[in-house]
Nanobody, 114 residues
Framework: QLQASGGGLVQPGGSLRLSCAAS????????MGWYRQASGKGRELVAR???????NYADSVKGRFTISRDVPKNTVILQMNSLKPEDTAVYYC??????????WGQGTQVTVSS
């Protein structure tokens, strides 16, 4: 249902772009976005779209990360700038689909290190 791509290794201050393509029309979704899980920690919200197109960001990424969507391609994009070592985590695409439930894409590793 969800195909994530992007991620990798980047130096502090660098940028990465994550994409998540859905197999359904994303405008119909209750929510779609990205979570992350650092080693030894719980999964946390990074950024997401909610019904009506509103967006939510974790306080730790505000001003550095931007979530956007390509509706014709049913894709949500997370542009990550000014990356910090504490952004290192496995990033998961997530969608809340009406009458279908919650879906998770495969995780993609983001490592910020010099």
């Amino acid at each position: 249902q969800l195909q994530a791509s992007g991620g990798g290794l980047v130096q502090p201050g660098g940028s990465l772009r994550l994409s998540c393509a859905a197999s359904r029309r994303i405008l119909n979704f209750n929510a779609m976005g990205w979570y992350r899980q650092a080693s030894g920690k719980g999964r946390e919200l990074v950024a997401r779209y909610s019904v009506g197109g509103s967006t939510n960001y974790a306080d730790s990424v505000k001003g550095r990360f931007t979530i956007s969507r390509d509706v014709p391609k049913n894709t949500v994009i997370l542009q990550m700038n000014s990356l910090k070592p504490e952004d290192t985590a496995v990033y998961y695409c997530h969608a809340d689909i009406p009458r279908a439930g919650l879906y998770w894409g495969q995780g993609t590793q983001v490592t910020v290190s010099s």
